[in-house]
Protein backbone atom coordinates (compact mmCIF):
# COMPACT_ATOMS: atom_id res chain seq x y z
CA UNK A 1 0.00 0.00 0.00
CA UNK A 2 1.29 3.59 -1.01
CA UNK A 3 1.04 6.57 1.19
CA UNK A 4 -1.88 8.17 1.14
CA UNK A 5 -1.67 11.92 2.31
CA UNK A 6 -5.81 12.02 2.32
CA UNK A 7 -6.36 8.99 4.49
CA UNK A 8 -3.51 10.05 7.18
CA UNK A 9 -5.15 13.45 7.37
CA UNK A 10 -8.56 12.30 7.80
CA UNK A 11 -7.23 9.79 10.58
CA UNK A 12 -5.88 12.82 12.23
CA UNK A 13 -8.47 14.89 11.91
CA UNK A 14 -11.05 12.35 13.13
CA UNK A 15 -8.82 11.77 16.12
CA UNK A 16 -7.24 8.03 16.06
CA UNK A 17 -3.57 9.98 15.66
CA UNK A 18 -2.29 12.47 17.82
CA UNK A 19 1.01 14.80 17.72
CA UNK A 20 3.33 13.61 20.39
CA UNK A 21 6.09 15.58 19.45
CA UNK A 22 5.13 19.08 17.23
CA UNK A 23 8.15 19.95 14.85
CA UNK A 24 9.98 23.35 16.01
CA UNK A 25 12.11 24.13 12.20
CA UNK A 26 15.52 24.32 14.23
CA UNK A 27 16.29 21.32 16.31
CA UNK A 28 13.25 18.77 15.66
CA UNK A 29 12.85 18.13 12.04
CA UNK A 30 9.88 15.89 12.22
CA UNK A 31 6.66 15.83 13.89
CA UNK A 32 6.02 12.37 16.65
CA UNK A 33 2.62 10.86 16.33
CA UNK A 34 1.13 8.52 18.45
CA UNK A 35 -2.04 6.79 18.90
CA UNK A 36 -4.99 8.28 20.92
CA UNK A 37 -6.81 6.99 23.49
CA UNK A 38 -9.90 6.21 20.70
CA UNK A 39 -7.48 3.85 18.88
CA UNK A 40 -5.76 2.28 21.81
CA UNK A 41 -9.61 1.17 22.77
CA UNK A 42 -10.30 -0.09 19.41
CA UNK A 43 -6.80 -1.87 19.13
CA UNK A 44 -7.32 -3.54 22.78
CA UNK A 45 -10.90 -4.90 21.71
CA UNK A 46 -9.51 -6.54 19.17
CA UNK A 47 -6.43 -8.51 20.05
CA UNK A 48 -8.80 -9.25 22.91
CA UNK A 49 -11.40 -10.90 20.51
CA UNK A 50 -8.44 -12.58 19.07
CA UNK A 51 -7.20 -14.20 21.69
CA UNK A 52 -10.60 -15.22 22.49
CA UNK A 53 -11.14 -13.71 26.05
CA UNK A 54 -13.97 -11.39 24.09
CA UNK A 55 -16.49 -12.81 22.46
CA UNK A 56 -17.71 -10.64 18.73
CA UNK A 57 -20.36 -8.40 19.37
CA UNK A 58 -23.77 -10.37 17.81
CA UNK A 59 -26.91 -8.82 17.79
CA UNK A 60 -30.21 -8.37 15.23
CA UNK A 61 -29.04 -4.65 14.87
CA UNK A 62 -25.50 -5.80 13.82
CA UNK A 63 -24.82 -4.94 9.52
CA UNK A 64 -23.28 -7.88 9.70
CA UNK A 65 -25.99 -10.22 10.28
CA UNK A 66 -27.97 -9.22 7.46
CA UNK A 67 -27.36 -11.81 5.38
CA UNK A 68 -27.81 -10.55 2.35
CA UNK A 69 -24.94 -12.11 0.21
CA UNK A 70 -24.23 -15.92 0.27
CA UNK A 71 -20.76 -14.35 1.34
CA UNK A 72 -22.85 -12.68 4.16
CA UNK A 73 -24.06 -16.33 5.67
CA UNK A 74 -20.85 -18.04 5.23
CA UNK A 75 -18.81 -15.22 7.61
CA UNK A 76 -21.83 -15.71 10.14
CA UNK A 77 -21.50 -19.31 10.41
CA UNK A 78 -17.74 -19.16 10.91
CA UNK A 79 -18.63 -16.34 13.77
CA UNK A 80 -21.11 -18.15 15.32
CA UNK A 81 -19.15 -21.17 15.21
CA UNK A 82 -16.13 -19.55 16.79
CA UNK A 83 -18.03 -18.64 19.56
CA UNK A 84 -19.33 -21.66 20.22
CA UNK A 85 -15.70 -23.16 20.19
CA UNK A 86 -14.84 -23.51 23.77
CA UNK A 87 -11.34 -24.54 22.65
CA UNK A 88 -10.51 -21.58 20.22
Known amino acids: MSWDKNRWEKLKRNVWIETWRHR ?3 TIKYSVFKTSFK ?3 LISRIYR ?8 PVSDRSIFYNNKTYTDKVFNKAI ?3 IKDPTR
Open 24 to 26: NRT
Open 39 to 41: CQQ
Open 49 to 56: ILLGDEDL
Open 80 to 82: DDM
